[in-house]
Nanobody, 119 residues
């Protein structure tokens, strides 16, 4: 079992920045990939960004060039730096860790953190 603790969400104006953090504990030996999904009201949950243990990354087209995912393996922590935020980035952001396969992460979910982009 993996436990995930997220932090860093909040309210930001368009064009602003936020950094999300997610620390994993428990059965961390099972973790290969770490990443972030998001779900906006009335929409399906989607993968925003993922990073594997060797540093390979995947991004949704909508965030490429604005968001950067990174991880600190020693701290079992993944970060999502979000710049140039847009109102359409408003969503609950969920950390997920596990195995990266077929374009998604299979494993454990965090509890979610709200990101609201609004003036």
């Amino acid at each position: 079992q993996v436990q995930l603790v997220e932090s860093g969400g909040g309210l930001v104006q368009p064009g602003g920045s936020l950094r999300l953090s997610c620390r994993a504990s428990g059965s961390i030996f099972s973790i290969n990939a770490m990443g972030w999904y998001r779900q906006a009201p009335g929409k399906q949950r989607e993968l925003v960004a993922a990073i594997t243990r060797d540093g390979s990354t995947n991004y949704a087209d909508s965030v490429k060039g604005r968001f950067t995912i990174s991880r600190d393996n020693a701290k079992n922590t993944v970060y999502l730096q979000m710049n140039s935020l847009k109102p359409e980035d408003t969503a609950v952001y969920y950390c997920k860790t596990g195995i990266f396969r077929n374009g998604g992460i299979f494993g454990s979910w965090g509890q979610g953190t709200q990101v609201t982009v609004s003036s």
